[in-house]
Every structure is written in structure tokens, then in C-alpha cells.
């Protein structure tokens, strides 16, 4: 019974370990990427390829195996090789994308694979969705993310239903639709974000026209590489127009069972009633970082910018999820309200019934 309880609740790596395998993760595309630049004959380049290859099998199946070693064994990572299989896949097929957009020559030997591979993985991804949005539970956005997570894993399905969830709210905004928030919400967004968004956007836009003029002052005009950098900036400026948005279209809310936590893509959770003890009203001062200060460990802040006014004490753990599948673990989360009195009384006009 209890090595049946260790098999389903994994160790967590250390943070050397993740530092290894992410490296890694890096390196392999990129590997990949600048052998394609190599002034290589046809058959010189399969060659070199083919070794190439041949290393990140080595090196990476090595790599993972000694981190396994280190922490009990593949099922401690809970390892599934169908998952990894689907990983290098999409590696293989981010590596040829980024390829064709830069303007790396690819022969059809390599085109082809890639080809295949992306049609299996966009094949795989919409099948996903269908099957989340039909027997999934939560929100649209929420069936469609577990969906996908049997899939892809939680990680990268989390990372690409909130970059379609981001980037819609930022058509949302430039299109001007009504900001529309769910009834007997509590906003937590604050202005302090607000400006900060608007002046980074600001920066993005004079930064980005900046930095084609000195590349054409230095003769480098090739297309696909100001093409790459445009479609980059543009793209920052999405992401903080929809997080923005995001913020402003969600809020708290207190449920029938518990709260319902929700700062945009920032900070989600539900809390139940029963795990909440103490409801504290205080304004939080902000740790200096300059001078290596930092949160409690016991402590999750959801806010953005603004100090947290409220405290939500509980009586064991909560997670709250974050940007790109992130996750932390507190017995104090502790908001930003814009009416902090009001949230305060709703929770114990609920607790009291």
C-alpha cells in the first residue's frame, strides 16, 4: 500500500535536477538549428545530422536517467515514454518552423518529416480539444485544457490555452468591446499594473522601430529576419493588452462552497469555506527584492503590482495556479480588493450561515 502511495504522489526534483533537463530541452533544438547554417554539402549534412542526433539520444537518455537514478527510479518521475515521444515530436516540429521562418535552406529529405510530424501533432491537438470539450468539466477553457493535457501534459497545455485565451482578450480590447465581468465579483485588477502595461507597450513599439533602422544601417535587410522581429514585437504588445484585459474581465468571487479566486492568467484557485480560519484585513507591505528580501514561504499573493489589503488564512495547503501551468503552495493567500470591506463580509456572512 504505501509504495503504491509513493508511485501516484512523485518526489518533486530538486531544483539542479529541472535546471539539467531544461537545459537540455533548450539545447536540442538549437543544436539542430545551427547545424542547418553549417556550409555543408547534402550528403556531409545527413552525416553530421545523423551524429547529431545520435549525441541528443546519448546525452539526453543519460541525462534522464541519472536524474531518475537520483530520485527512485523512472515511475518517481512518473515518466511516460508515449509523453516524451510527443515531446521530441513537437520539438522536431518547432525546430522546422523556426527554420522556414528565419530562411534556413531545408532539402526535402528534412521537409518532408516535418511535414508528417506537424500534420500528426495539429491532428492530435484538435482530437484532444474535441474529446476535452465533451467530456471535460469546468469552463470552455477549462475542458479544453484538460483535454489537451492528456495530450501534450498539463505544462504545455496550460501554455497554449492561455496564449489563445490572452491573445483574444487583446482583440477584445483593441476592438473596444465592453468590458464585461461575472456578476457579484470583487475586482482585484488595481491601475498600477494598468500603467505600468501602457508604458512597457509604449517602449515595445519605439524599441522595435529602433531596431530595424540599425540593422538596415548596418546592411542587414534580410526579410525573414525583420519579418521574425516584427511578428515578435507585435506579439509582446498582444500579451500585455490581453493580460490586461484578462485582469479586468475576471475578479473574486465567494461561492455557494468556497472562493473562487481568479486574477486573469495570474492567480487561480477555489478555496473551500471550511479550510478558511481567519479572514485579515491589512494592508501588506511588498518585500524589498533589491536586498534579497522575499514573501513567506507559508504566503501565495495573487496580485498584480498593487500591495495585498487582504489575507485569506487556512487551516491546510492551497494551489494556486499561475502563467504557463505554474503553480504555489501556501496556507495564506493573501489579494488585492478594491474593496477589501466588502469581501471581508461577504466571507462571513457565508461562514455564519
Not at 220 to 247: N, S
Not at 303 to 310: H, M, S
Request: hydrophobic share 50%; charged share 20%.
Amino acid at each position: 500500500m504505501i509504495a503504491a502511495e509513493s508511485h501516484l504522489s512523485p518526489a518533486p526534483l530538486e531544483r539542479r535536477h529541472r535546471l539539467l533537463l531544461l537545459a537540455i530541452a533548450g539545447a536540442i533544438p538549437a543544436l539542430l538549428l545551427a547545424i542547418t547554417h553549417l556550409p555543408l554539402s547534402l550528403d556531409d549534412l545527413r552525416l553530421v545530422y545523423t551524429a547529431a542526433i545520435a549525441d541528443i539520444v546519448i546525452f539526453g537518455g543519460g541525462a534522464l536517467w541519472w536524474v531518475a537514478r537520483r530520485r527512485g527510479g523512472f515511475s518517481a518521475l512518473s515518466v511516460r515514454w508515449t509523453r516524451v515521444v510527443r515531446g521530441v515530436l513537437i520539438a522536431v516540429a518547432l525546430l522546422g518552423l523556426a527554420a522556414r521562418l528565419s530562411g534556413v535552406p531545408l532539402t526535402l529529405w528534412m521537409l518532408a518529416p516535418l511535414f508528417v510530424i506537424e500534420g500528426l501533432i495539429g491532428l492530435t491537438v484538435w482530437r484532444a480539444v474535441y474529446r476535452g470539450w465533451r467530456t471535460g468539466s469546468g469552463t470552455g477553457w477549462d475542458r479544453i485544457e484538460q483535454g489537451l493535457a492528456e495530450r501534450l501534459g498539463p505544462v504545455l497545455a496550460a501554455a497554449a490555452v492561455g496564449e489563445v485565451r490572452i491573445v483574444g482578450a487583446a482583440l477584445r480590447s483593441l476592438t473596444r468591446r465592453p468590458l464585461r465581468r461575472p456578476p457579484a465579483t470583487h475586482s482585484a485588477a488595481g491601475t498600477t499594473w494598468r500603467t505600468v502595461a501602457i508604458a512597457l507597450t509604449l517602449v515595445t513599439v519605439a524599441e522595435g522601430v529602433a531596431l530595424h533602422v540599425v540593422l538596415a544601417a548596418f546592411d542587414i535587410t534580410h526579410a525573414g529576419l525583420h519579418g521574425l522581429l516584427a511578428a515578435l514585437h507585435v506579439w509582446g504588445v498582444l500579451w500585455l493588452l490581453g493580460d490586461l484585459r484578462l485582469m479586468g474581465e475576471t475578479g473574486h468571487r465567494i461561492t455557494a462552497d468556497g472562493v473562487q479566486i481568479e486574477l486573469g492568467l495570474r492567480g487561480r484557485a477555489t478555496i473551500p469555506m471550511a479550510h478558511i480560519t481567519a479572514v485579515e484585513e491589512r494592508e501588506l507591505e511588498p518585500p524589498d527584492r533589491l536586498i534579497g528580501e522575499r514573501w513567506p514561504d507559508h504566503l501565495v499573493p495573487v496580485t498584480a503590482g498593487e500591495p495585498p489589503n487582504i489575507t485569506l488564512h487556512l487551516d491546510r495547503e492551497a494551489t494556486v495556479r499561475g502563467l504557463f501551468g505554474s503553480a504555489r503552495r501556501g496556507t495564506a493567500i493573501a489579494l488585492y480588493l478594491e474593496d477589501p470591506a466588502a469581501f471581508a463580509a461577504a466571507i462571513a456572512g457565508r461562514r455564519d450561515r
